[in-house]
């Protein structure tokens, strides 16, 4: 059997974790007469899809690489920006169908596995459903991974009906990571097949010794060391943990605070500092950028806390934490909870 498992996710994150695992995985399981194919998107800068042997960057290209600046600029000049780029990118998307046609039927492909990074999510994973399913007759197998879902109200979800009949057409298998996201879809979109629930499995593995990690990361031993995991977003909840540390340090709590997280959203990240700063507590805290396997150090704190905002569809990092025996805060979120 030709196994073709592909992602786009340009962050830093679960999605991209867990396809890592996935392509681990399978590779473990097969035989000597399967081959895997694990591809991404050309020129794609997630680390951790470099570490997988033997990846391919398939020549495709989202409309999020070719237009960088389509969310810059005011509500007029971003109108325009999307009304150009939806005019310019229907060619390119229409190649990029061609191209992933092209390589499954180039290497006999019997079954396509796409990890979406969510609901709609990226429209490279989106077309490669489209490229398999015009190739139906040879790819029987089309299984369509979406990591998490949004809350839709009545007008949304009929915004979205004709997406969910494409996915529910396309698709042989539609799979996600909770049973809170399954039953959000089930109950806020017209997805007609029966949602399985496949939870994220990780490897367990601490692979930097002690002095390693102080290189990287201090943690005071005379202190209480607490840690946020996650990517510069506002949804992740950076300025709830940093009103909880100041609550914490006005109560004379033995505390510092240490943040990892890649910065995907400069605005908010200067926010973030702006916020420490005004607040006096940057002798509390460190913020480390960089970072590729941040969930190695999670073992070195007492806490992690895990503020998201919005609705998580698994929480990936609780799992580790916990796996590593590190109790976890978090807020309620969806299957983070």
Wanted: glycine share 6%.
């Amino acid at each position: 059997m030709n196994i073709m498992v592909f992602c786009s996710n340009r962050v830093e994150g679960g999605t991209a974790r867990i396809f890592y695992e996935t392509v681990v995985g399978l590779r473990k399981k097969l035989t000597v007469k399967d081959r895997l194919y694990a591809c991404i998107d050309k020129n794609n800068p997630v680390h951790i899809y470099h570490k997988i042997d033997g990846i391919i960057e398939l020549p495709i290209y989202s409309a999020e690489t070719m237009f960088p600046g389509l969310y810059v600029g005011n509500k007029l000049e971003r109108m325009l920006k999307r009304i150009c780029m939806t005019i310019t990118y229907r060619t390119i998307l229409k190649r990029n169908i061609l191209q992933v046609e092209k390589f499954i039927e180039q290497n006999n492909i019997d079954a396509v596995i796409i990890h979406n990074g969510g609901y709609i999510g990226d429209d490279l994973c989106n077309q490669v459903l489209t490229a398999s399913y015009r190739c139906r007759n040879e790819t029987l197998c089309r299984a369509f991974v979406l990591h998490n879902d949004m809350q839709k109200n009545w007008l949304s979800k009929m915004r979205f009906r004709r997406y969910d009949k494409k996915v529910s057409r396309e698709a042989t298998d539609i799979i996600t990571v909770s049973a809170f996201t399954k039953n959000r879809m089930m109950n806020s979109s017209y997805i007609s097949k029966d949602i399985q629930v496949i939870y994220n499995g990780i490897t367990i593995k601490n692979r930097l010794d002690n002095e390693e990690k102080k290189k990287n990361i201090y943690v005071n031993p005379k202190k209480n060391n607490i840690l946020m995991i996650g990517n510069f977003l506002i949804h992740k909840g950076h300025l709830k943990f940093i009103e909880a540390a100041e609550f914490l340090i006005q109560e004379s709590c033995n505390c510092c605070f240490t943040m990892i997280g890649q910065v995907y959203d400069k605005n908010f990240f200067k926010e973030c500092m702006r916020s420490i700063r005004e607040k006096n507590l940057a002798g509390y805290f460190s913020i480390y950028q960089g970072i590729r396997n941040a969930a190695e150090y999670i073992g070195m704190f007492d806490v992690l806390v895990v503020p998201s905002l919005f609705d998580e569809s698994f929480g990936l990092i609780s799992v580790e934490a916990m796996a590593n025996g590190i109790p976890v805060v978090a807020f309620a979120c969806g299957g983070g909870s």
